[in-house]
């Protein structure tokens, strides 16, 4: 039976990893929940020696990009060290590792993509350039891991599963409280089903080591996409236009020529709705 040692096992991402992949065949073993923001190297690769799994998915991180920005010291900690550490662990137990990066490593390009892996980098934000540089770290170290840069990723709040701020939601809450929304006409980005991210994962232990776009395509500005959530939710929160520049728009080729497939990001809102049950209640 293969061994998949999973860090951030109580996170957005990694609690439904533990709850969607578990099955006869892999045995998910959850990093101790609480521990890694104060692990040291030394106890990070003791208990990796310790389970011995063929495999780890990294999905801990400091990911708030606005506490990496005003805590640049505990994002390097948190999103550079440790999964320096983590792959020097994988390395000595011969694991395959998977880790997450960002589609954060884009922001401050000035074209608007779609952007591939090798594009040269220069994050505008603390997180982005934390995240490019625990790549490229990773990879001079462990050239079999696989780095997936993910975009913003959404679920419905349930199954007692930790949930945080994603568009699902705030526009869900925007409703309800009938308060503006602003998204800018000029912001591109994917956004994914956290769940159909979640089940590609195991596809993505099978792949050659590198850098992979990893998400949703989405050629539509946030504007544009925020107002198609809320027709396929039937909701009208007021939306407001805004017209500030970013891009973080990704071309996922790469990993789809490794049958790696994602959902649009159009029709993946639809499938999250039908797998919770309400598409037919709206
Ligand atoms: N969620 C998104 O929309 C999104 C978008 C793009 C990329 N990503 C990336 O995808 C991965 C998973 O994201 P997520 O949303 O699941 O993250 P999350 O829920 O915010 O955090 C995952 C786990 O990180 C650990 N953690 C918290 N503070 C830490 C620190 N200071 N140092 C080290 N570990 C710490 C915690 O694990 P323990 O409780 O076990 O300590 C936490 O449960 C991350 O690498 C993130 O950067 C996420």
Known sequence: MKRILVT???????????????GPAIEFLPFPPGRMAGISREELCELVLRLQPNALIHTAALSDTGHCETHPEESYRANVSIPLWIAEAAREV????????????YAGLQDTGPFEEDLPLHPANVYGRHKLEAEQRVLELLPSA??????????LPG??????????????????????????????????????????LLPALELPGGVYNFGCENDYDMYTTARHFCTVLGITPPLEKADWPRSLRMNCRKAREAGIVFDSTFD????CLQDY??????
């Open 146 to 155: 696989v780095l997936l840069r993910a975009t913003w990723m959404y679920d």
């Open 94 to 105: 011969n694991a395959k590792l998977v880790a997450f990066s960002s589609d954060q490593v």
């Open 8 to 22: 951030g096992a109580g996170g957005f991402v990694g609690a439904r990893i533990m709850e969607q992949l578990m």
């Open 268 to 271: 993946n809102v639809t499938r």
């Open 159 to 200: 199954y007692g599963l930790p949930i945080r701020g994603n568009l699902i939601l705030n526009l869900l809450r925007a409703a309800m409280h009938n308060e503006p929304l602003r998204f800018s006409c000029r912001d591109y980005r994917g956004v994914t089903y956290v769940r159909q991210a979640v089940e590609n």
């Open 277 to 282: 049950g309400v598409s037919s209640l709206l």
